[in-house]
């Protein structure tokens, strides 16, 4: 089982950014999958998730309206579009899953419930 992260950078407040996040080793359609973060001097926290049953979507406040969360099961990949970013956006971001029932097939309680860890990458948002 594997999650490797990848399209993080510098970007400027007011920038675009599209993280993609490619699944290899397991049955990726049938899980959710979500996106934490890790700002320095701060705990990871859950941004969004992305269901597999109707890719039904959840977003924390932070990031709602700004984030979009997709997948494309094809590709094995769930994306990231981070629109109008701000330079409190700037963290390592990680997407994760959780294969065990009941959670694996939903995002209720994604942020307290992760045993697969992806890579990290790293977005830099200049003022």
């Known amino acids: 089982v594997q999650l490797q992260a990848s399209g993080g950078g510098l970007a400027q407040t007011g920038g675009s950014l599209r993280l993609s996040c490619l699944a290899s080793g397991f049955s990726f359609g049938t899980y959710a999958v979500s996106w934490f973060r890790q700002a320095p001097g701060n705990d990871r926290e859950g941004i969004s998730c992305?269901?597999?049953?109707?890719?039904?979507?959840l977003y924390e406040e932070a990031v709602k309206g700004r984030f979009t969360i997709s997948r494309d099961n094809t590709k094995n990949t769930v994306y990231l579009q981070m629109n109008d970013l701000k330079p409190d956006d700037t963290a390592v971001y990680y997407c994760?899953?959780?294969?065990?029932?009941?959670?694996?097939?939903?995002?209720?309680?994604?942020?307290?419930?992760?045993?697969?860890w992806g890579s990290g990458t790293l977005v830099t948002v200049s003022s």
């Open positions: 994760a899953t959780d294969m065990r029932p009941p959670y694996s097939d939903s995002c209720r309680g994604y942020r307290h419930t992760v045993d697969q």
């Open positions: 992305i269901s597999p049953i109707d890719d039904s979507t």
